[in-house]
Structure formats: structure tokens, C-alpha cells
């Protein structure tokens, strides 16, 4: 059997320049961010708290759009992943955030990728709802998605490489093979207090050319 070479990538930060969710309170009430504020205490978990502050967004569809423009997706990454699918690399996309502004911003783009993440609908009277992902073989109450069972359960299908920028990307990066893993942010700061060895990257689309020039 064939092996197969497959590429993790966080969404929020990695693929883009910027969180939606942070985008999302920087145009919310102050109070909305109270949510976050409970979640790095311990005190809600990170899905609720992002399920909190996307049902705030009650906004014209048009708004939505406009605030999906300011996450700064990667102007490379069609091309990206274009070049990705030319070497026979799969994408998956593994992320705590909602599915319904990934595809949104991705699929026009005519970027297929298998996405791991909390499903939602938009409703200009209810915001930006998010549900669990309950069916999901890497589903975890905490996050949604659980990243590092994704990982572990892709490993052994052939060559595994990741990417994200975070801390809660740790753990699956941990997983895979050193000249494999793929960091920015949080994430490689992380990996470098651990005299871990990775790749650092700042866009997508020059990860996917480092991978692809191995």
C-alpha cells in the first residue's frame, strides 16, 4: 500500500495573520470578552467561551464578510496549495474554531481540504452559532477538536508534517518528526524553551514552499 503524505495545519494564525475570534472582540462590546477572560482562568471551557463570543456577532451578513477579509488570509495560499497537491500532499485543516468562516474563506478559493473543526451556522438575529463536532472520532469537550488525536491517528498512514502557531498546537506538533514540524507564534517559542527542533515560518504559503523543497 502506498504511503501517504499529509499535511496538519492549524487555520486561525497559521493560515491567517490574525485570530477571527480576537478580530470578533475587537469589534464587540467590552464586556464580551469577559468570556475569554473566564476561559484563561479556568473557569469556562475554550469552546464555550468561543461559542459565547461568536453568538455575539448579531451583524449584517455584508459585516461578516468584511471581518473575514480583515483575518489577513495568506494571499499565497491557493497557489500554495496548488503546488501542495502537485506533489501529492493532502491537506487537513485541525482547528478549535467554527467551520463555517474556514470554508467560507477557503472554498471560494477552490482550496479542498478535509477540516477538522466545530461546525456553525450564521444568523444575522442569532450570530455565529457554534456546535460540537459530536460525531467527530477526534472529538474532545474542551476544544471541539482534539489536534494531537488527530495526529496520532493519522501517523501511521505514511509522512505526516505540521503546522501551527499556538500553544495548544504543542502537543500534535510534538508528534511528528522534527523536519516535519512547522511553527510560528506561541507554538515556537514553545518548542524553543523545550530545545525542541522545528522549521519557523510567518506565511502559509512560504511553509508549504519549505516543505515541498525538502
Same mark, same amino acid.
Given at each position: 500500500?502506498?504511503?501517504?503524505?499529509?499535511?496538519?495545519?492549524?487555520?486561525?494564525?497559521?493560515?491567517?495573520?490574525?485570530?477571527?475570534?480576537?478580530?470578533?472582540?475587537?469589534?464587540?462590546?467590552?464586556?464580551?470578552?469577559?468570556? =475569554?477572560?473566564? $476561559?484563561?482562568?479556568?473557569?469556562?471551557?475554550? *469552546?464555550?467561551?468561543?461559542?459565547?463570543?461568536? &453568538?455575539?456577532?448579531? =451583524?449584517?451578513?455584508?459585516?461578516?464578510?468584511?471581518?473575514?477579509?480583515?483575518?489577513? !488570509?495568506?494571499? /499565497?495560499?491557493?497557489?500554495? *496549495?496548488?503546488?501542495?497537491?502537485?506533489? +501529492? =500532499?493532502?491537506?487537513?485543516? &485541525?482547528? &478549535?474554531?467554527?467551520? =463555517? $468562516?474556514?470554508?467560507?474563506?477557503?472554498?471560494?478559493?477552490?482550496?479542498?481540504?478535509?477540516?477538522?473543526?466545530?461546525? +456553525?451556522?450564521?444568523?444575522?438575529?442569532? /450570530?455565529?452559532?457554534?456546535?460540537?463536532?459530536?460525531?467527530?472520532? $477526534?472529538?474532545?469537550?474542551?476544544? +471541539?477538536?482534539?489536534?494531537?488525536?488527530?495526529?496520532?491517528?493519522?501517523?501511521?498512514? /505514511?509522512?505526516?508534517?505540521?503546522?501551527?502557531?499556538?500553544?495548544?498546537?504543542?502537543?500534535?506538533?510534538?508528534?511528528?518528526?522534527?523536519?516535519?514540524? *512547522?511553527?510560528? /507564534?506561541?507554538? &515556537?517559542?514553545?518548542?524553543?524553551?523545550?530545545?525542541?527542533?522545528?522549521?519557523? *515560518?510567518?506565511?502559509?504559503?512560504?511553509?508549504?514552499?519549505? !516543505?515541498?523543497?525538502?
Amino acid at each position: 500500500m502506498d504511503q501517504e503524505k499529509i499535511l496538519v495545519s492549524d487555520f486561525d494564525g497559521t493560515m491567517t495573520g490574525r485570530d477571527f475570534f480576537r478580530l470578533a472582540l475587537e469589534c464587540l462590546p467590552v464586556a464580551a470578552s469577559s468570556c =475569554w477572560e473566564q $476561559y484563561e482562568k479556568g473557569e469556562m471551557s475554550h *469552546f464555550d467561551a468561543l461559542a459565547a463570543i461568536f &453568538a455575539e456577532l448579531r =451583524w449584517p451578513e455584508k459585516e461578516m464578510d468584511s471581518l473575514l477579509t480583515r483575518t489577513g !488570509l495568506d494571499e /499565497g495560499i491557493a497557489s500554495a *496549495f496548488k503546488d501542495l497537491r502537485a506533489h +501529492g =500532499w493532502q491537506l487537513f485543516i &485541525a482547528s &478549535a474554531g467554527c467551520s =463555517w $468562516y474556514i470554508e467560507r474563506l477557503l472554498f471560494p478559493l477552490g482550496i479542498e481540504a478535509e477540516i477538522h473543526a466545530n461546525p +456553525g451556522r450564521f444568523s444575522e438575529q442569532q /450570530g455565529l452559532i457554534m456546535e460540537l463536532p459530536l460525531a467527530s472520532p $477526534y472529538f474532545c469537550r474542551e476544544t +471541539g477538536i482534539d489536534k494531537t488525536r488527530l495526529v496520532q491517528g493519522v501517523l501511521g498512514r /505514511g509522512t505526516v508534517a505540521f503546522a501551527g502557531d499556538s500553544r495548544p498546537d504543542l502537543g500534535p506538533a510534538l508528534l511528528v518528526h522534527p523536519s516535519n514540524r *512547522f511553527a510560528k /507564534g506561541r507554538l &515556537a517559542e514553545e518548542l524553543a524553551k523545550r530545545g525542541e527542533s522545528f522549521k519557523k *515560518f510567518s506565511t502559509w504559503s512560504e511553509m508549504v514552499n519549505t !516543505l515541498l523543497a525538502r
